[in-house]
């Protein structure tokens, strides 16, 4: 595929992380209007209880149609704590947990403002932890696009990839929890990271 059309993404799943491993070029929106519950704010991580959902308030938008690119984190509830500690307790016993730690730990002990810009951050983290250099650029406006190139609502929490997404099929790989609760589709790419290592490109 020669282009793809995404939504920002919090740690995205692994379904979003195929699509810049094998397009040509990227467009990730900025001026689509949020959505609550969707994983621009957050993602789905394998915890000691199964998977387990991990999301960044936000600042209540003043209008419906606020972009994107617009909405602040909430400062409210020491979310960047919770999360850095629901990683740290579900991955620590994985194989490249310690090996990648350090990379991503900063970002949960420094004040974050705007969502867009913490989650594009993370996402060119994970790239260059895959190895992998996409060609990204950022929409200027709305636009549509191609049917079979745009993922923006694709990919999402509540819809089942195999339904919306014939491009992408999700190969097992080692999971700290597989034995018991089986095999997790498509979670978190930190998920992959942790697990497999330099291999997860392989995965991709």
């Not at 957050?42 to 209540?60: D, E, H």
């Not at 938008?61 to 606020?66: A, I, Q």
């Not at 194989?95 to 990379?103: G, I, K, Q, S």
């Not at 079979?148 to 190969?171: G, L, N, S, V």
């Amino acid at each position: 595929m020669s282009e793809v059309y995404l939504t920002m993404a919090y740690l995205a799943p692994i379904q979003y992380y195929s699509k810049l491993f094998r397009t040509e070029k990227a467009v990730i929106e900025k001026y689509d209007h949020y959505q609550k519950q969707t994983y621009r704010n957050r993602c789905v991580i394998a915890g000691a209880n199964g998977p387990l959902t991990l999301s960044i308030p936000v600042v209540k938008p003043e209008n419906p149609k606020t972009f994107t690119s617009n909405i602040r984190i909430s400062e409210h509830g020491n979310w960047q704590h919770l999360h850095w500690h629901a990683i740290s307790s579900a991955y620590n016993s994985s194989p490249f947990f310690e090996y990648y730690a350090d990379d991503f730990a900063p970002f949960y002990h420094k004040k974050q403002t705007w969502l867009f810009d913490f989650n594009e951050e993370l996402r060119q983290l994970a790239c260059r932890l895959l190895e992998i250099e996409p060609a990204v650029s950022f929409s200027t406006f709305y636009s549509e696009a191609p049917i079979d190139a745009d993922f923006r609502e694709a990919i999402h929490p509540k819809k089942d990839f195999k339904q919306t997404d014939p491009f992408f099929a999700a190969k097992e790989y080692y999971q700290v929890f597989k034995l018991k609760y089986g095999f997790l589709e498509n979670l978190s790419i930190i998920d992959l990271l942790f697990n497999m290592g330099p291999e997860a490109r392989l995965i991709l």
